[in-house]
């Protein structure tokens, strides 16, 4: 389980009028200035949302964004998709915010929303039949993010990652992506993916036999860095 | 890990990385499960492979927590798409519900000019400006004791703040503005520093007891209403302070 998840998550209700539980009103909402938009939490954003502000969506969308996009392009496999996907999430987020459960982290809920979005669009692709994914080598290098950012090997790493997991079936990826890189557990994914805990099971086990030696190089790679503890891990010698 | 002395190793097939996959999920029937864990014990080779499939979802996991920064030209379309829903949104002052934006969004753009002007107009005039959409010019004539708040301290709990307030609005679609002078000041200056200060309701209430002001702010849309229960506003003077607050939601406006 990450860090960023709640476990505890349910689809938000959208026929009910929200009424806030009482939660305490946060002192820097009350002055409102835009310079503090940055000091303001993810609740208080939404809460001014729902209430007519302008601004503090585009805010929130801003402070979350990379973290929506790494789920998005994972589960999708190809950055066309992944973009149109977020940008229908986010929209969804944004006109359904008013059925957001005060108790839940919002970035619980926008996640959601941005998987849901994601599998939608996996649906319908499957429905049109296989019309495989085109190759799109000339945005390898954008998505592992610009080069400023991040140091050379976490951008390789990340790429490594990303294209093994375009070559395995979207099911397998999708079920991997929630569990192993999401931290979802097996009953949230399967509630999430509508299927069996088992289905769940099986899909991320074939998941990680295919993606084993697509990985093993990215494995040995990063056990040489190390070699004190994780080399010994890989080749699982004692 | 290095008793490559057993017996059976040698004489057994490797598994293939399915079934060792299958036997760390839990996935083998019982004696399968049970000849394949005591193979992998016994084949260095096999060990190998279960520990890599181990290590390879620890690496995910890891790989998962980072970030993927969002291609700049993603980003920007992303925020423009966000901008102007939220410009859509600001131009269907009068429509109904959200079912109806999604459903005619192209129809509401005209709007777009004529609503801008009714924003900067409103907050010109400041607190108390009626909403006087088509909509509702011709609500609120039957007033009734439960669909009007009483000019004088309203006894209520918390719990009935919200339905009750969706009451009153909706039955009386201009502000409701109750109150000594010095209370209506005392709430606008709260107001002021809201993101939306346009106050609809100012009503002296005793909340689970104690003295306090409802205050009500327009919220983005004419149906949405926050609500804020703050102490401080009936003393002379007073600097408001919110205990509690709600959003409701009015229907039919």
Request: glycine letters at 6%; one cysteine or more; aromatic letters at 4%.
């Amino acid at each position: 389980m990450t860090a960023h998840l709640d476990s505890g998550d349910q689809p938000p209700r959208p026929d009910v009028p929200r009424i806030d539980a009482g939660e305490p009103v946060t002192q820097a909402a009350h002055t409102g200035a835009p310079t503090s938009y940055d000091q303001l939490d993810d609740h208080e954003l939404l809460r001014m949302h729902v209430a007519g502000n302008p601004d503090s969506f585009g805010f929130l969308v801003k402070r979350h964004r990379d973290r929506m996009w790494a789920v998005a392009i994972r589960t999708l496999g190809e950055p066309e998709e992944a973009a149109d996907a977020l940008q229908e999430a986010f929209i969804s987020a944004f006109r359904r915010a008013d059925s957001f459960r005060g108790d839940a982290k919002v970035t619980t809920w926008l996640h959601r929303i941005v998987v849901n979005a994601c599998l939608d669009r996996i649906r319908r692709r499957q429905v049109r039949a296989a019309d495989p994914l085109p190759e799109d080598e000339d945005r390898a290098a954008e998505l592992a993010g610009p080069s400023e950012e991040d140091p050379a090997e976490v951008r390789e790493r990340r790429l490594d990652v990303l294209n093994a997991l375009k070559q395995i079936n979207e099911d397998q990826r999708a079920a991997l992506v929630l569990v192993d890189m999401e931290g979802y557990s097996i009953e949230e994914a399967a509630a999430i993916l509508d299927c069996a805990p088992g289905t769940v099971k099986s899909r991320c086990a074939r998941g990680r036999a295919k993606l084993l030696p697509l990985l093993r190089h990215w494995q040995t790679t990063r056990a040489s860095d190390v070699p004190e503890e994780s080399a010994a891990e890989a080749v699982g010698t004692e | 890990m290095t008793e490559s002395g057993l017996p059976t190793s040698e004489h057994l097939e490797h598994l293939d990385t399915d079934t060792i996959a299958d036997l760390i999920e839990n996935l083998l029937p019982a004696p399968e499960a049970h000849r394949a864990r005591e193979h992998v014990k016994a084949c260095p080779e096999c060990q190998q492979t279960y520990d890599a499939l181990v290590k390879l979802s620890e690496d995910l996991a890891e790989e998962g927590r980072a970030d993927i920064p969002m291609p700049t030209d993603v980003a920007e379309h992303l925020d423009a798409v966000i901008v102007s829903e939220s410009v859509l949104r600001a131009s269907t002052v009068g429509v109904h519900s959200l079912a109806q934006i999604r459903e005619e969004p192209r129809r509401h753009l005209p709007k777009l000019l004529g609503a801008a002007a009714g924003v900067v107009l409103i907050a010109a005039i400041g607190v108390g400006v009626v909403f006087a959409t088509k909509d509702n010019a011709n609500e609120g004539a039957a007033s009734t004791d439960q669909n009007s708040p009483p000019a004088d301290a309203v006894t209520i709990t918390t719990n009935d703040l919200g339905p009750q307030i969706q009451q009153w609005l909706e039955h009386n679609p201009g502000a409701i503005m109750h109150g000594s002078a010095a209370e209506q000041a005392c709430a606008r200056t709260f107001a002021s520093g809201r993101p939306n200060p346009n106050v609809r309701l100012v009503q002296p209430a005793k909340i689970d007891g104690k003295r306090a002001t409802i205050i009500g702010l327009q919220g983005g849309s004419p149906r949405d209403i926050q609500v804020f229960a703050v102490t401080g506003c009936s003393e002379p003077g007073g600097v408001a302070s919110p205990f509690y607050d709600t959003t409701v939601t009015l229907r039919n406006r």
